[in-house]
């Protein structure tokens, strides 16, 4: 017969890692909240961005204390869909994100939280190819970057 032993946080590392972000998050929450200025800084920011209201209160608050000066905010996925780039040696805006976990026969719900990390439009730079498709409307352009020259009237 094996021995079983339980797993504690100390034993695992990530787990350890990941409970220390989470309580950096709530000391930074628990700054936010004994100032009192919590309600009028999330009213600011919705009117201001509407990209931070699709996020829950607790992360607006979040986004807000680790980035006062939010526009628009995403995660990396959807920055490099929308044709930008997250700059090399940003640091992300950590929020609380939840995961399902489906124990065997049961229904898939929400388990727990993880940290996921969502960047402001001041961290990211639009991507560039050699080759960019024009602006629809736009003069076409020769091989040399020029525009072409117009076809002559007879």
């Known amino acids: ?17 990941q409970a220390a972000a989470f309580r950096q998050m709530a000391a930074l929450l628990d700054g936010e909240l004994k100032e ?4 009028q ?11 931070i209201a699709r996020y829950s209160p607790l992360n ?8 006062p000066h939010v526009t628009v905010v995403h995660g990396y996925v959807e920055w490099k869909d929308l044709g930008f780039q997250v700059r090399k ?25 993880h940290r996921m990390y969502v960047f402001d439009k001041s961290q990211v730079d639009p991507i560039t190819t050699d080759e ?6 736009a003069a076409p ?14």
Not at 42 to 49: C, D, F, G, T, V
Not at 102 to 113: L, M, N, R, S, Y
Not at 141 to 154: E, G, L, V
């Open 1 to 17: 017969m094996t021995k079983t032993t339980k797993r504690t946080l100390q034993d695992d590392p990530k787990k350890a890692e």
């Open 36 to 39: 009192g200025k919590h309600e």
């Open 41 to 51: 800084r999330l009213k600011k920011a919705r009117q201001e961005s509407t990209s």
């Open 60 to 67: 607006q608050l979040l986004i807000l204390t680790q980035c």
């Open 89 to 113: 040696g940003e640091k992300g805006i950590a929020i609380r994100a939840p995961h399902a976990k489906a124990p065997q026969g049961e229904d898939a719900g929400t388990v727990g939280f």
């Open 132 to 137: 960019q498709t024009p602006e629809p409307g």
């Open 141 to 154: 352009q020769d091989q040399d970057n020029q525009p072409a020259p117009a076809p002559a009237a007879d």
